[in-house]
């Protein structure tokens, strides 16, 4: 009998791999588009967009093809940023369709030379697809497909594939030749209402096939329909149309393809402002929501252990810290031991201040877009409508940036302004625009319309440069300008020596599963973004993906606090650099995981493609980095501010929240004679500091010690407890020295508080 060449179905991890329609999404759904009424005759338009490939990720303009040319000559459709970056090339198209009317055409003849030939042949082995719009909607090809129980589900796949390769199993195919589908069947829905005049169109499919037309007599290229087609109408005993380039044994080089059409209208239920969710829903959300509770049940065990610190641990630590005993306390070990160090400022504070205010800029764009996206304002309707916006809310954000940058440069005692800021501004934006341009010079040398034009990037650069920046230093401004909080605890001048840490205290470790508990919390909804980027899919589960989103952020605060405490209570006191490392490993983990998705899930071909593929997982593990550890930098901070601001580290209250004033124990040395000296005896835990009691004073009292040793630990001595020290022996307490005896005592005694410190430690 007839026989056509059909669609083939989706694989069944293009299934899983489908996007689908939140229905809080779907609650708020605004098409963005005003709809359009046709009357019977009325002219629809279909225009061409480009060729895609999930085997090489690299697009092409439709007419790059030797495609049949429209009447009125290639004309350019108004393209907006996103479309421009997606390598959208959208023209005018030769295939004339008019409202209501159900008829059959030939297009044309192309005479195929062999380099036109093998072009057809490579896109179609590289399993290219054809991409057209009508009315603002996508084609799509209706497939098929059986789940495992049985049951049949429609799907929509966009566009059409451009031909297929011969193969054993399909009749009248040669293997290894390629076939193109020459032939379209139109299949346009439409919709009436008694709301308005006329009919929206709410459907658009596509059928593909490959028909080897003949004909009788001449051919007529002005007047192709007259020209008497042999196979028209299109029957199922009809050949595929073969692209042969070279000539070989029982095979015939292709030397022109006959393209042709018809359309067909269909009435349907669907209205128009739901005409997008066959394009949408694409499968069960069930996925979704087991993504959902395998995150939260990570929250919750994080939750429990942040619990337990907080509650338990913290407050018996803060309750026996706060003590009015000292003397235990004198070689007490724990977080609060490194209170005088807790605050030093890190190396490379200014990259530091740089990444996380550009963590802080892409927080807030990835947040605005999601929550616009999911209110249904950057619909799939509006073509590159959410990149183009995305790109404008990272631009905005440059006002936070700076702040943020500044404030925590500000609270570190920065003095670098000027550099922390020019960070914010040009490093890692810098790092993705260098990526960018390097690898726009390959997909340029492919002729791929996926390469950015020249006015594009100078667009880009004037954004980064003009905006951006100017931004980022407005907010830096404002950032340095506003008061800063006093620190809780006061700073050394003298570090302390960290102690030896274990293995599982190392940064490596730590970074290890600070990432993996953030990434474990989000990797299933990552699959479907990444098949939704990679396999060329809609994308439009913003509610879940809100949802996910809000989990991850506490995943990383919680985790950061954890690895915190645990790194302060081993008298590590270096937790700035940590805190963004440990939660911005899953950027780690994503990048990881790209190589996994690459051998599981990608068939590309060549090396540009994986040249693409690679350079844009690196960016957008990059970002995935710079937003986690922002978000656990940010939540480390606030802990290590809350909990030294909580305990007492002198006899006079907790400094800088109304305790006494701090005193260096040096200051203290003038007033001992020249003749003391101070013996270093004993194992740490055993070192004592004698003094020689002055001329007519009285030997020294243990709190007067007490009060000599912590000095002398951790670098402050509050002055009341110094006047009580002194009141022990007198107020006067012997003859001041001269200048000289007095220089020499101090250093003297420096140079023993220095050795004391590291026979202690």
């Known amino acids: 009998g007839p026989r056509t060449m059909r669609p083939t179905s989706l694989a069944p991890r293009g ?25 019977e005759g009325d002219k629809v338009d279909i225009k061409v967009n480009k060729l895609t490939s999930t085997m090489t990720q690299l697009p092409y303009d439709f007419y790059s093809l030797p495609f049949c040319p429209p009447k009125d000559g290639i004309q350019n459709a108004v393209e907006n940023l996103g479309e421009v ?48 719009i009508m009315d603002n909607l996508p084609a799509a090809t209706k497939m098929i497909q059986k789940l495992a129980d049985g049951q049949a ?61 003949k004909y009788e ?58 005409r997008w969710d066959l394009y ?42 706060n003590a009015e005993d000292k003397e235990e306390l004198a070689e007490e070990s724990g977080w609060k031991l490194v209170h005088a160090d807790v605050l030093r400022p890190p190396p490379q504070a200014a990259l530091l201040c740089a990444s996380v205010g550009t963590g802080v800029q892409l927080l807030g764009m990835l947040l605005i877009s999601i929550v616009c996206a999911m209110l249904g304002f950057l619909s799939p309707a509006n073509r590159g409508g959410l990149l183009t916006a995305t790109l404008l809310l990272y631009v905005l954000m440059g006002v936070p940036a700076g702040y943020v940058a ?45 390469a950015i034009p020249i006015g594009t990037m100078f667009a880009l650069v004037a954004m980064w440069f003009c905006i951006s920046g100017p931004l980022i230093f407005v907010g830096s401004f404002f950032g340095y300008k506003a008061p800063t909080a006093d620190p809780p605890v006061r700073t050394n001048d003298i570090p302390r020596e960290v102690p030896a840490q274990a293995w599982y205290m190392g940064p490596a470790f730590t970074m290890l599963i600070g990432g993996i508990l953030p990434f474990g919390a989000v990797f299933i909804e990552l699959f479907f973004i990444m098949t939704s980027v990679w396999q060329q899919r809609f994308y439009y589960v913003f509610g879940f993906l809100m949802l996910v989103v809000l989990i991850l952020l506490v995943t990383c ?18 937790w700035w650099w940590r805190s963004l490392l440990n939660s911005g490993a899953a950027g780690l983990y994503l990048f990881g995981y790209s190589f996994v998705y690459y051998g599981t899930q990608m068939d590309l071909v060549g090396v540009v493609p994986t040249m ?13 980095f710079l937003v986690t550890g922002t978000v656990g930098f940010a939540a480390a901070y606030s802990f290590v501010w809350r909990i030294y601001g909580a305990v007492k580290v002198d006899e006079g209250g907790p400094v800088g929240n109304g305790g006494g004033k701090a005193v260096r124990v040096a200051d203290l040395w003038p007033r001992v004679p020249p003749t003391a000296d101070v013996p270093h005896t004993g194992p740490r835990g055993s070192s004592s500091m004698r003094l020689a009691p002055p001329s007519g004073g009285k030997p020294q009292s243990g709190a007067q010690r007490q009060l000599i040793r912590r000095g002398a630990h951790d670098g402050t001595m509050p002055t009341q407890a110094y006047r009580r020290g002194r009141s022990a022996h007198g107020s006067t307490g012997g003859v001041p020295p001269d200048a000289d005896v007095l220089r020499t005592t101090t250093i003297s005694v420096r140079i023993s508080t220095a050795v004391y410190l590291a026979r202690a430690f």
């Open 280 to 321: 949408l829903y694409m499968g069960d959300d069930q996925i979704h929501w087991f993504s959902i509770l395998n995150s939260l049940a990570i929250v919750l065990l994080l939750t429990g252990i942040v619990a337990m610190i907080m509650m338990r641990t913290l407050r018996r630590d803060l309750n026996r810290y």
């Open 406 to 450: 500044a404030s925590v440069y500000k609270a570190l005692h920065g003095d670098e302004w000027a550099l922390s800021t020019a960070l914010t501004a040009l490093l890692y934006p810098g790092v993705a625009f260098l990526l960018f341009v390097s690898l726009n010079f390959f997909i340029w040398a492919k002729g791929s319309s996926g």
């Open 612 to 624: 693409v593929y690679f350079v844009y997982m690196f960016m957008a593990s990059l970002v995935f």
């Open 15 to 39: 299934l899983l791999a489908a996007a689908l329609l939140s229905p809080l999404a779907a609650g708020f759904y605004l098409p963005g588009v005003a709809p359009r009424e046709y009357t």
């Open 85 to 132: 970056l997606h390598g959208s090339v959208i023209h005018n198209s030769p295939y004339e369709v008019y409202f209501g009317t159900s008829e059959a055409k030939v297009l044309c003849r192309v005479p195929l030379a062999p380099a036109n030939a093998k072009k057809f042949a490579k896109k179609i082995r590289e399993d290219y697809r054809v991409q057209l």
């Open 557 to 574: 605060a919680e985790i950061s606090v954890v690895l915190a405490y645990f790194q302060l209570c081993n008298e590590d006191y270096n």
């Open 217 to 274: 007599g001449d051919w007529n290229d002005a007047e192709p329909d007259k020209v008497r087609m042999l196979t028209m109408p299109v029957t199922r005993d009809l050949k595929p149309q073969p692209v042969i380039a070279t000539e070989s044994p029982g095979r015939e080089v292709t030397k022109e393809i006959v393209f042709s059409y018809q359309t067909g209208w269909e009435q349907s239920d669907i209205k128009w402002a739901s």
């Open 153 to 213: 589900v429609t799907l929509y796949d966009r566009g059409f594939r451009l031909g297929f390769m011969g193969a054993p199993e399909v009749p009248d195919t040669i293997p290894g030749v390629a076939y193109i589908n020459n032939h379209l069947r139109f299949v346009i829905k439409f919709h009436r209402s008694e709301q308005y005049t006329g009919a929206r169109i709410v459907g658009f499919e596509v059928e593909a096939y490959s028909i080897q037309h």
